[in-house]
């Protein structure tokens, strides 16, 4: 009866591995993905992000008002009838001038958002690639490429950013060029840092010895292998970009009227704040420090997951 | 045996070193890894390249496969001179020329799977192949390499030693290649496996004909898969010979060391004799010996080893030394 039993057992396996088609391969992807779900800061941190951003985008259908549009019937009165209410469609308030702050808000963060994010993602992938060729080449391009950032280096950021706004007019664009040009250099350095150690790894002599030219070497199998540092890099690179873009917004150089951004509105929050519209301050801060406060554990948790020294 | 497919002439290989606390414009140091070695190697033949690390083995095969820029020499692959060849010749030839690696996991990339792995020489050499042509070049190749060929989607680090060590050799396989230069592919290996991967790369010889240079650091290894053997010392070469001849009948001082090292299963026996043969420090090759290169270790060492550096001068067929004394 037994053996009959496991002769059964025995086919069914025989079957199973004969039908058994390719295993799914457990990537280093994979494994990061686990230890990145695992860590509740991160994970709390990616879902409010998600809902800052979501809210962003469609916070603006749930709007009474435009964020350009001033309420007559409120203005000269702010500090009394401006409240944040339901009941007169100003759910965060009305600024000094009557206009909804609901809408300034969504519009603002939208304009941050993107700042951080696009700019994040030019300066990131433009590094990345630079650090990468220049690491992987050596020699003498290598040092042309990064005396050149250090010269960039050398510049003082914000005077040059000051000067193309006040030259070129404040629009969104001067600030994105402004902020890329500077921003990419870290990524850089610390990705040619990696590359210099990744191109003595046998497995990229592997790849030359079977022909592979040098520029498919660079894109498939050092910059891949470099997306860990990378990614890292970038996601505490966005709020330094949210940070630039409103330490200009608040000296006045950033985003012009009617557009604001959370610098731009904090700014003004600040000027009016004695005239008791605490709301104009406060809920631009909240989505500012928000959002920060999320990306820098966001970033933890990511570096966390994707340390090298667990592979 | 059959034709000659490699010829290496007096191939040297230099490196320039800064000396400690060097300013731009001092004269770099050179160091001499490679010099002057000269071998030829037959379709279908193992060459072994035994010597102590540092000896410049390793040097010696990348510099014959154009990895690494040769200081002067020549190498001749199938009656083409390697180092005149354009970029894109050079990148034709090697797919007739692979390579397998010392660390198994380190020489694949850690971010793909095996089957891409494999079949990117595949994807360099042949890009109009089909996507499913390719798939079936790799799991064919693995196939015989060992692994299953379901395992295509799987990433290195799920493997063992000896398993990586067999994706690699697949990889070097799969462009159907005449010659793999094999960069001490087993020493990274637990004993029992490296007979396995010795094994196998036996039986991929004999069924396809390839040729390979084999390099190791010590006797044992190469004993058993090489047809002829060839011992550097500090980047030269002081003994080539058959494999059978050169364990029974060893003409160089240094080979014999070696020989006498390897270990035996008795540990008390020939035991004495080693140190007695290998005394002392590899000398640095910044600053290598006059003459003989091996005479600071040699016990036979004379006036004229110190002077005169000796030329390899055959004796026998196919048996090569560099030796002033080699009578006694
Ligand atoms: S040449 Fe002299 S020093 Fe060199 S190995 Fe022969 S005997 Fe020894």
């Known amino acids: 009866m037994r053996t009959v039993f496991e002769k059964d057992k025995m086919n069914a396996l025989a079957d199973n591995l004969a039908a058994m088609d390719t295993v799914k391969g457990r990537s280093l992807w994979t494994d990061a993905r686990k230890r990145y779900a ?29 964020n350009e549009e001033i309420d007559w019937a409120i203005l000269g009165s702010v500090p009394e009838k401006g409240q944040p209410s339901i009941a007169s469609g100003h759910y965060f308030g009305a600024d000094e001038l009557g206009r909804d702050l609901y809408a300034r808000v969504i519009q603002g963060s939208q304009v941050s958002l993107m700042v951080g994010f696009i700019g994040a993602f030019v300066a990131v992938s433009f590094g990345t690639i630079y650090g990468a060729v220049s690491g992987y080449i050596g020699g003498r391009v290598d040092s042309v ?15 040059v950013l000051i000067l193309l706004l006040v030259v070129f007019g404040r629009n969104i664009l001067m600030i994105f060029i402004g902020v890329g040009l500077v921003s990419w250099l ?43 540092v990378v990614i890292v890099y970038g996601s505490l690179l966005v709020p330094d970009m949210i940070l630039a873009e409103s330490v200009i917004s608040f000296l006045g150089l950033g985003v012009q009227e009617p557009q604001t951004s959370w610098g731009v509105l904090i700014s003004e929050g600040t000027g009016t704040m004695q005239y008791g519209t605490i709301w104009q301050i406060g809920f631009p801060l909240f989505f500012f420090t928000t959002v920060l406060f999320c990306f820098f554990y966001i970033g933890d948790g990511l570096r966390d997951a994707l340390d090298p020294k667990d592979r | 045996m059959s034709a000659t497919i490699l010829q290496v002439r007096d191939l040297s290989v230099t490196f320039d070193v800064s000396p400690r606390g060097a300013m731009p414009w001092t004269k770099p140091l050179k160091l001499k890894a490679v010099d002057k ?15 102590e690390s540092g000896c410049g083995k390793s040097t010696l095969a990348r510099a014959v496969i154009r990895m690494l820029p040769a200081s002067g020499g020549s190498v001749t692959w199938m009656g ?39 079949a990117e020489p595949l994807l360099t050499h042949m890009p109009k192949m089909s996507r499913s042509e390719r798939d079936a070049e790799v799991r064919a190749v693995l196939d015989r390499v060992g692994i299953l060929p379901s395992m295509i989607n799987r990433y290195p680090h799920e493997f063992s030693g ?37 094994n196998l790369l036996m039986e991929l010889q004999s069924e396809i004909g390839l040729s390979l240079i084999f390099i190791a650091h010590d006797l044992s290894v190469v004993k058993h898969i090489s047809d002829r053997v060839m011992v550097l010392y500090l980047g030269n070469m002081v003994e080539l010979a058959e494999s059978k001849s050169l364990y029974s009948n060893a003409k160089h001082p240094y080979t014999k060391a070696l020989i006498a090292s390897v270990p035996v299963p008795d540990p008390t026996f020939a035991k004495p004799e080693i140190d007695a043969l290998l005394a002392g420090d590899l000398p640095s090759p910044i600053n290598p010996p006059s003459g003989c290169v091996f005479r600071t270790r040699c016990s036979k060492a004379t006036e004229l080893c110190a002077r005169e550096k000796p030329v390899a001068q055959s004796i026998g067929s196919d048996h090569s030394v560099a030796c002033h004394h080699i009578e006694d």
């Open chain 1, 38 to 66: 695992a860590n509740r800061a991160a994970m709390v941190s990616t879902y409010v992000l998600l809902a800052v951003v979501l809210f962003s985008i469609f916070g603006g259908y749930f709007a009474q008002f435009s």
């Open chain 1, 145 to 159: 490429m990064m005396r050149l950032v250090d010269i960039l280096n050398a510049i003082p950021f914000f005077f």
């Open chain 1, 186 to 228: 870290g990524i850089a350095r610390v990705v040619r840092g990696q590359t210099l150690s990744l191109k003595n790894k046998e497995f990229i002599e592997a790849a030359r010895a079977t022909g592979v030219p040098t520029f498919t070497i660079i894109w498939r199998h050092i910059i891949p292998n470099l997306m860990g």
């Open chain 2, 37 to 51: 070695v000269s071998f030829n190697l037959n379709k279908g033949e193992t060459l072994g390249i035994v010597g």
């Open chain 2, 80 to 118: 083409q001179p390697i180092f005149d060849l354009s970029q894109r010749n050079m990148t034709a030839l090697r797919r007739d020329v692979q390579m397998i690696f010392q660390d198994p996991l380190a020489s694949l990339d850690p971010r793909m799977t095996i089957g891409q792995i494999v």
């Open chain 2, 162 to 198: 000896g398993q990586c060590q067999r994706i690699g050799i697949a990889r070097a396989l799969i462009t159907k290649p005449d010659l793999i230069v094999c960069d001490e592919p087993v020493s990274a290996l637990d004993v029992s496996i490296q007979a396995q991967v010795i």
